[in-house]
T-cell receptor, first 116, second 115 residues
Framework: AQKVTQAQTEISVVEKEDVTLDCVYETRDTTYYLFWYKQPPSGELVFLIR??????QNEISGRYSWNFQKSTSSFNFTITASQVVDSAVYFC?????????????FGQGTTLQVKP | DGGITQSPKYLFRKEGQNVTLSCEQN?????MYWYRQDPGQGLRLIYY???????QKGDIAEGYSVSREKKESFPLTVTSAQKNPTAFYLC??????????????FGPGTRLTVL
């Protein structure tokens, strides 16, 4: 089965707190691609990061960082020193390497609310 | 500016009517996708097209139809056969589906409500 699970439905933090959004995936493919997207209240999904299954290096981009661990099939996303503008729904997604469709398999999303 | 446009932003439909959602991109992308989003759920794939004049069903294609006559356009028709069409519809495109890892870029979405 190909599946993405985001167990946290909603998270609420106070500005400047660090927050981690969890993502666990399932796939039998040895080659696959993982993504994070942000959906602000306007509705449009914004691409944040892509990771392929052969690259387990963690990545940092400003206040954002991603921890990819194949051993636990997880691809977690951390926001450091959160800001009100980070309030959005965040989706983790998977593209399996087989099938050649480019179809994104999404998790249910985590709604992050950052309070001032 | 390059991007994806969807229209209308809000659409109201009476039961039994067909409606068409527009999606246009000027990114010169080969692949285009339609997703449906319901409250508290992730996005689910309705249809996708990897090249002009070709398209494939996604996971929830029943009650929907598409066409891909031009590279930049991928309209979605919600037919009366779709029993629960009220949802948020998002269109996306990617450079080429041959490289399946290409990130998809999304439009602003159309919110469809059945009255």
């Amino acid at each position: 089965a190909q599946k993405v699970t985001q167990a946290q439905t909603e998270i609420s933090v106070v500005e400047k707190e660090d927050v981690t959004l969890d993502c666990v995936y399932e796939t039998r493919d040895t080659t696959y691609y993982l993504f994070w997207y942000k959906q602000p209240p306007s509705g449009e999904l914004v691409f944040l990061i892509r990771r392929n299954s052969f690259d387990e290096q963690n990545e940092i981009s400003g206040r954002y960082s991603w921890n990819f661990q194949k051993s636990t099939s997880s691809f977690n996303f951390t926001i450091t020193a959160s800001q009100v503008v980070d309030s959005a729904v965040y989706f983790c997604a998977l593209i399996p390497g087989s099938g050649n469709t480019g179809k994104l398999i999404f998790g249910q999303g985590t709604t992050l609310q950052v309070k001032p | 500016d390059g991007g994806i446009t969807q229209s209308p932003k809000y659409l109201f439909r009476k039961e039994g009517q067909n409606v068409t959602l527009s999606c246009e991109q000027n990114l010169n992308h080969d692949a285009m996708y339609w997703y449906r989003q319901d409250p508290g759920q992730g996005l689910r794939l309705i249809y996708y097209s990897q090249i002009v004049n070709d398209f494939q069903k996604g996971d929830i294609a029943e009650g929907y139809s598409v066409s891909r006559e031009k590279k930049e356009s991928f309209p979605l028709t919600v037919t009366s056969a779709q029993k629960n069409p009220t949802a948020f519809y998002l269109c996306a495109s990617s450079m080429t589906a041959l490289a399946v890892y290409n990130e998809q870029f999304f439009g602003p979405g159309t919110r469809l409500t059945v009255l």
